[in-house]
C-alpha cells in the first residue's frame, strides 16, 4: 500500500517537473521524434502548425511533454489570445519568425575565415541562424583548416561548414579544400578575394571594386583608391550598405545557404 502512494506522489512530482508553456506565434520548438525544429504559426483541430525558416509548415499533436524548448521537455499549451499569421520576410528571405527565443547551439558549427565574415553572415542570415541554432565562428584564415577540423573532431552529428574566400580553381585555397575528405565537412566558397567584394558594388555606392596592385593588402588598397580611410572605417561602411541578401552576389548567397542546409538536415542531429 505504501508502495502504491509512494508511486502516484513521485509520478504527480515528474509530471510537475515538466513546464506548460504558451503557444504564442514566434516560440521556436523542436519535435524531438523527428527533429523539425519550426516557429508556433497557430494551433488547430487540437495541433500546433510549427514552421521551419525556409517556410515549410508541419502539424504535431499536442501531446504533454511533447515539444523541446531550448533542449529541455516541455507541454504547449494555446494561447489565450489569438495567434498573429502575419508573415513578413527576414534579411535572407526567408520567412521572419517574429520575435523568437535562440536555439539551444547545435554540435555541428559554420566556420568563415574572418571577423567581416562573420558579420556579414550575422546581418543576412541572422535570424535564421537563431531559429536553427547554428554558430558561425572566424578562423582568421583557412591555412591550417585540415588541423582545425581534426582538433574539432567531426561525427555524424557534429558537423561542420566551411565558408571559403576566392575559392577559384588552381588557388591556394583550392589546394587547401581539396585536402579535406570528411564526409561530415561541406566546404564551399565564393571567387572574391574578400568577402568585402561579394558585396555589389552599386550596393556601396560605387560603380566597381577597384583594382588593387599586386603586393598591396586589398582592403588598404580599396580603401585607399576610394578615400575611405582606414580598413576598420572601409568596412563599417559596406556593412552598414547591405540590408538582405539583395545586396550580396549570388555565389556568396547559395554557398552560404548550402551550408546552413548542410549542418541543420535532420541527418546531421540524428544520425
Known amino acids: 500500500m505504501r508502495s502504491h502512494n509512494y508511486g502516484d506522489v513521485l509520478s504527480r512530482k515528474r509530471k510537475r517537473t515538466v513546464p506548460e508553456v504558451a503557444a504564442e506565434p514566434g516560440l521556436v520548438v523542436e519535435d524531438p521524434g523527428s527533429g523539425f525544429c ?21 502539424a ?37 519568425v517574429g520575435p523568437v527565443r535562440a536555439r539551444t547551439a547545435r554540435d555541428s558549427r559554420i566556420w ?13 542570415w541572422g535570424h535564421d541562424l537563431r531559429v536553427e541554432g547554428v554558430v558561425v565562428e572566424p578562423l582568421h584564415g583557412v ?17 561542420l561548414g ?12 583550392s589546394r587547401i579544400v581539396d585536402a ?5 565537412v561541406l566546404v564551399t566558397g565564393h571567387p572574391y578575394v574578400d568577402i568585402w567584394q561579394a558585396v555589389k558594388p552599386e550596393v556601396v555606392g560605387i560603380a566597381a571594386w577597384p583594382e588593387v596592385p599586386r ?6 588598397g580599396v580603401c585607399e583608391a576610394l578615400g575611405w580611410g582606414e580598413p576598420a572605417a572601409g568596412w563599417r561602411h559596406v556593412l552598414a550598405s547591405v540590408s538582405s541578401f539583395r545586396d550580396l552576389e549570388t555565389p556568396l548567397i547559395g554557398s552560404v545557404e548550402r551550408l546552413i542546409d548542410f549542418v541543420t538536415e535532420p541527418s546531421a542531429d540524428h544520425a
Open 38 to 58: 519550426g516557429a508556433v504559426v497557430r494551433i488547430e483541430h487540437g495541433n500546433v502548425i510549427l514552421e521551419d525558416r525556409h517556410g515549410a509548415e508541419r
Open 60 to 96: 504535431f499533436p499536442l501531446h504533454p511533454a511533447g515539444f523541446l524548448l531550448e533542449g529541455k521537455p516541455v507541454t504547449l499549451i494555446p494561447a489565450k489570445h489569438r495567434p498573429d499569421t502575419t508573415r513578413t520576410r527576414s534579411a535572407s528571405g526567408s520567412v521572419h
Open 112 to 124: 568563415v575565415e574572418g571577423v567581416h565574415d562573420a558579420e556579414l553572415v550575422e546581418r543576412v
Open 143 to 159: 591555412d591550417d583548416l585540415a588541423g582545425y577540423i581534426a582538433d574539432f573532431g567531426t561525427g555524424p552529428g557534429r558537423r
Open 162 to 173: 566551411v565558408l571559403v574566400d576566392h575559392l577559384i580553381k588552381g588557388s591556394k585555397e
Open 180 to 184: 579535406i575528405t570528411d564526409e561530415n
Open 215 to 220: 603586393g598591396v593588402p586589398w582592403k588598404d
